[in-house]
């Protein structure tokens, strides 16, 4: 089957396929926010019969939580499965947003058009790249070149609870020759790029109690503890001088990055100080001599997320707090236990507890880093599909994330998996005034189309 139609196709259809991301992307499927379960059934609704549509057997499958998406076009060729998830972030602060965020528009802006609203990067944009390429394929030719199974979940943005046990019990049916995602994003503006390693991730949440109610500073403060500076003290104490963590034995896994990849990420002419000075910073402030990229892609980090003591209102009130909290999350890499890491800190914690404290620990989840294997032939057939669409060659990346699907497939499926995706660094996920370029919708579906292509010639 040849590609030339394929992609004059997708240029032709794109007005439709856009206003078929609109369609979707009205649908507020916030997976986190039980109110909104109804709209998750919803989405999940909406693209099924999108994709019985373009001739796929689909049905959307039950489970605990949010449902699943599953969706098999049969087929000669390899047997690809391609992931993405339909669910959203919620949106507050809403005042923050320009516009309804889930009444999506095409704006035009400095750097060209955008797709403006929740979801449009991520994942329902990135999602869409790969079925609208599935739609492209099916009209120019009356089939897929490929025997495809798509598997879409509800809960991602909510830790996936559902998730294992439903590879777990439907392996058979989903276990493919590789899997394909789509919820990553290009090496700036216009290189793509393939993730070859993630970073895992623990979640840690700890309150410190000290007296048994707030407490007059001017009554007890001298002579009775205060668990906000307790928990100051155990936050300070958590890296040293240089940026190392000093959790004990936290390093035991880390690998040093090898001289090949070294090269690989300096050709790729990171400017830090550009990356930092577009948040308003201009230092790195993470392991000392280090590269950037490496302390991005490949070294672990423990950073804290929050902190809740005290009086935090309008005015000032003189209170010594009773208690003192902290959001704490650690990224992994290399083989780093997650169990392990957890139990040290703990006892770290513990171990600096004066008399008259006691703390509380609440865990977020826990998941080991991923490392994909690029010997599998679909990597390099999609590296040379992806820099015949791009202005640049595609590169082989890290990335400072954490995609737990990813680990997922090989330990549950004994599948490869390969992240392609499409998003920039300005899409704003998780935050107010999401968007996704339109040209990186464009291209996404030009590029998902180049790779079955070459997957399957």
Partial sequence: MTLDPVLARIDADLPQATDRLLDLLRIPSISTDPAYKDKCDQAADWLVSDLQ?????????????????????GGDGPHILFYGHYDVQPVDPLNLWDRDPFDPQIEDTANGKVIRGRGSSDDKGQLMTFVEACRAWKAEHGELPANITIFFEG????????????????????????????????????????ITQLRGLLGEELT?????????????????????????????????????????????????????????????????????GEVGLSEPAGEAGRRPLEMLWSRPTCEVNGMISGYTGDGFKTVLPSQASAKISFRLVGKQNPLKIRENFRKMVQDMLPPDCSVAFSDHGASAAGQMTTTHPAFDQARKALSDEWPNAAAYVGCGGSIPIAGH?????????????FGKDDDQIHSPNEKYDLSSFHKGIRSWARILHEMTR
């Avoid at 049905?59 to 076009?73: D, L, N, Y």
């Avoid at 040293?240 to 790729?268: C, H, K, M, Q």
């Avoid at 497939?409 to 995706?421: Q, R, S």
Wanted: hydrophobic share 40%.
């Fill in 53 to 73: 549509s373009i001739g796929f057997t689909a049905s959307k499958r039950p489970t605990s939580g949010h449902p699943m998406v599953v969706a098999h076009s």
């Fill in 155 to 194: 809960e991602e943005e909510s830790g996936s609870p559902s998730l294992t046990p439903f590879m777990e019990e439907n392996a058979d049916e989903l276990t493919a020759d590789i899997a394909l995602i789509c919820d990553t994003g290009l090496y700036g503006d216009s290189t793509p790029a393939i």
């Fill in 208 to 276: 410190i109690t000290g007296p048994n109610k707030d407490l007059h500073s001017g009554m007890y403060g001298g002579l009775a503890m205060n668990p906000a500076r307790v928990l100051a003290k155990v936050i300070a104490s958590l890296h040293d001088d240089t940026g190392r963590i000093t959790v004990p034995d936290f390093y035991d896994g880390v690998p040093e990055l090898s001289n090949e990849l070294a090269a690989a990420w300096d050709d790729l002419k990171f400017d830090e100080k550009h990356f930092l």
């Fill in 409 to 421: 497939f090989k330990d549950i499926l004994n599948m490869d998996a390969m992240l392609i995706g």
